[in-house]
């Protein structure tokens, strides 16, 4: 087989700092002074000492090895004195001899297991500093992640406004594109940096760890390109400052819609897709069903560990307490709480009781089977009309054409949830 061939069957880890340096000089050429940059240079460094690193883990570490054998020599020599000495010890009588035997299997476990300690002593350790420079991979996934997350692609497509909001936008759609692009490619070299480990290194514990790596960016990654559809697709479809984010209507008719920050827009046809009462205030005469309130608390535990319920959702069918229903969030979405911590949102229907924190706690105490008292408290979130009431008879299929060129939906016109 040729040696271009051959080559394409393992990760070549100088190709993997190559690309990492020319994803810093691109960053550095279209956003100079950007977070990112500083990020992708710290990744490039990364990429560096993981190399020199996983050759270090290829190499033997001979002065180990020899501390290992020669202590795992002395043991079997303890052994075998042992045994070439046996006839001195007095085996006489039964109770004796069982103690004895009881004494040479006890040994012997202990033998081995110190034998094994140290045949493994060397993998212990590369293993450990692998995991450590992994965790690294997984901070920085995640940090990439924090500075997409408030790059969204209304940002750029509101254009001609003088409000607070939009004097937020600092890019074009072209611009956030990229930006989002090199996000993305930063998380493909911290999966392949984490690969590098697998390939370099073969230990089950290790190739789990780098999964998780690569899972994590995976799905880091989608969230970016669903973004970049979405500015893709609006950017197609849409002549620049069509679509208008952060806007108060104030009235609306067949032929135009009134907003407090732009005036007066005219249209061929409006859809109203209020909640019930705003739709209610912008077309009076609008039926305003009555609604139920629901409270969500959100607590935070630095113990994710005693959380393991095996589901994702904690449904109380004996309702012995105010919650409905509660869910550790971060176990379905780890990027939703920092490593070591836990988010658990749970959620209240109806008029919540006046010590909600206290009861709720209670109650996720017997949900969960763990104490909550060292639980942090993050959030109380109440929405009194949360959701539209679908008293009986209810009609689920509500029309949504009021007028030619006038529509109204939303959850007050057919069912009051999404799912
Ligand atoms: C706490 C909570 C938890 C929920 N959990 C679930 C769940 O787990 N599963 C599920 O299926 N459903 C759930 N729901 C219900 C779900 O959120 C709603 O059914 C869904 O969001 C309704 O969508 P909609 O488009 O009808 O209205 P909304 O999502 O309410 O959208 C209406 C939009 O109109 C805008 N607006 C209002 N007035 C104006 C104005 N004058 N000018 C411009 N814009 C205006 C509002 O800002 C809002 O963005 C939950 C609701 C709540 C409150």
């Not at 033997?60 to 045994?83: D, E, H, T, W, Y």
Request: charged fraction near 20%.
């Amino acid at each position: 087989m040729d040696i271009k061939a051959s080559s394409y069957r393992r990760l070549d880890s100088q190709k993997i700092i190559e690309t990492a340096e020319a994803l810093k000089l691109r960053i550095r050429e279209r956003f100079p002074e950007s977070g990112l940059g500083k990020v992708v240079e710290e990744l490039t460094q990364v990429a560096k000492e993981a190399v020199a690193r996983v050759e270090w883990m290829q190499k033997p570490l001979l002065a180990l090895r020899a501390v290992a054998a020669i202590l795992s020599v002395a043991v079997v020599a303890v052994l075998v004195g042992l045994l070439l000495n046996i006839r001195k010890f007095q085996f006489d009588d039964f109770v004796n001899s069982m103690q004895g035997l009881d004494a040479s299997i006890s040994s012997m476990v202990f033998i081995g297991a110190a034998i094994l300690f140290f045949l493994s002593w060397e993998n212990r350790i590369k293993r450990g500093r692998a995991l450590k420079a992994i965790h690294e991979l997984r901070a920085l996934a995640h940090i990439i992640d924090m500075h997409q997350l408030t790059k969204d692609p209304e940002t750029c497509f509101a254009r001609g406004s003088s409000t607070s909001f939009v004097t937020k936008r600092t890019m074009t759609p072209f611009e956030l594109t990229r930006y989002l692009d090199y996000c993305s490619d930063a998380l493909a070299v911290i999966s392949k940096i984490a690969a590098l480990y697998a390939q370099g290194f073969q230990d089950p514990v290790i190739l789990d760890s780098v999964d998780d790596v690569e899972d994590l960016a995976a799905g880091f990654s989608r969230k970016i390109w669903q973004k970049i559809n979405i500015i893709e697709t609006l950017a197609r479809a849409l002549p620049p400052g069509t679509v208008h984010t952060g806007v108060r209507v104030t009235s609306v008719s067949t032929t135009s819609v009134t907003t407090a920050e732009h005036g007066e827009l005219r249209c061929r046809a409006v859809l109203l897709a209020t909640d019930a009462r705003a739709a209610a205030e912008l077309l009076p005469g609008l039926r305003v069903p009555d609604f139920h309130e629901v409270t969500v608390v959100h607590h935070t535990t630095d113990e994710p560990s005693a959380l393991t319920t095996g589901t994702s959702l904690l449904l109380d069918a004996d309702r012995g307490g105010p919650v409905s229903h509660t869910s550790v969030v971060s176990n379905i979405d780890p990027s939703r709480a920092p490593r070591g911590r836990a988010l658990i949102s749970s959620t209240v229907l109806g008029t919540p009781p006046a010590d909600i924190d206290t009861s709720v706690r209670m109650h996720l105490a017997r949900l969960y089977g763990t104490s909550t008292r060292r639980w942090e408290t993050l959030a109380v979130h109440h929405t009194p009309e949360a959701i539209p009431a679908m008293r009986p008879p209810h009609d689920l299929r509500r029309p949504v054409r009021l007028l030619a060129g006038l529509y109204v939906c939303g959850n007050h016109r057919d069912t009051s949830t999404s799912a």
